[in-house]
């Protein structure tokens, strides 16, 4: 299934909103629109909730008698 674009609500924010002319606004994809737009599509940045629940799940640290899959024993000097 495809979407379709809303070429009217584009050319407006396009022209209107980020003052393009129409050769310009036409040499741009949709995708360069969007980005200029500010709409990348892409997830959010980590933030401090995301980082403490990598952390949690994978610590840099391995508790004692721990398999850390290097293959060598931790308990061992």
């Known amino acids: 299934m495809t979407t379709r674009l809303d070429w009217p609500a584009m ?3 396009g022209m209107l909103g980020l003052g393009l002319k129409p050769a310009e606004f036409w ?3 949709p995708a360069e629109l969007r980005l200029l ?3 990348t599509g892409a997830a959010a940045p980590l933030n401090r ?3 403490d629940a990598l952390l949690a799940a994978y610590p840099d640290q391995v508790k004692e ?3 850390d899959g290097s293959g ?3 308990g061992a000097g």
């Open 65 to 67: 008698g721990e398999d």
């Open 27 to 29: 040499a741009l994809t």
């Open 37 to 39: 737009l500010g709409q």
């Open 11 to 13: 050319m407006r924010a």
């Open 72 to 74: 060598r024993d931790r």
């Open 49 to 51: 909730a995301g980082l």
